[in-house]
């Protein structure tokens, strides 16, 4: 079965900002229409809840995907069919380096946890310097809605926590986390970064 790398893209202010997610087949390998369809379900995933808390500045506008148990292979974009999808709020956002943080664990051996950093959130996100139970609500529903994709396809994918080999060239062992809850800390977290127009 194929383990593939799946990389949410959205900008913010002029930065780009990638989140990462491992996904294995269970049946076999998805077509590149099934690849278009899983960036179309992404998009609906996070326009279902997500856009409200989200600063109009934040674009949310596709995916990539690549086979990583295999070393070398190419990446390939999906943009979403109907377009980047914007935040909503009416809300200022939050300092760019600020993001909350969602954890999942499986209940497996170690490679069982992935965490992703989500940011464009806005001050109304807030209270007392800590996000408020809506914001945690729409982050962990978005987030668990990325365990199965193309579920209604010919080849869907679980998503799995991920080792790569230590030159880090391709993905050498794999644990499903398609059933583990996500749990989003009321702390805010700071997302890595790296200097705007110096890679993504």
Partial sequence: ???????????????????????????????????????????????????????????FYGMDHRRVDTAGLLSFSKNFTAG???GISGNDSVATQVACLVSNKGSTTKPNRARTYLAGLTEAGMTDSLWI??????????????????????NPIQRVSAQWN????QVIVTNDLSGAASVMS?????????????GI
Avoid: C
């Avoid at 139970?133 to 010919?154: H, P, R």
């Avoid at 230590?166 to 060239?169: A, L, N, R």
């Fill in 1 to 59: 079965m194929g383990i593939y790398l799946i990389t949410h893209k959205a900008r913010l202010f002029l930065q780009e900002i990638r989140n990462t997610f491992y996904y294995t087949t269970t049946v076999g390998e998805p077509s590149d229409s099934e690849f278009q369809d899983m960036a179309d379900e992404i998009r609906v995933d996070w326009v279902a809840g997500m856009d409200q808390h989200i600063t109009p500045n934040y674009a």
């Fill in 133 to 154: 139970g809506s914001v945690k609500t729409a982050v962990e529903v978005f987030i668990d809605l990325q365990s199965d994709l193309n579920a209604g396809g010919t």
């Fill in 166 to 169: 230590t030159s880090h060239t």
């Fill in 186 to 198: 009321a702390v805010p977290a700071t997302q890595r970064r790296r200097r705007i127009g110096v």
């Fill in 84 to 86: 980047e999808a914007l």
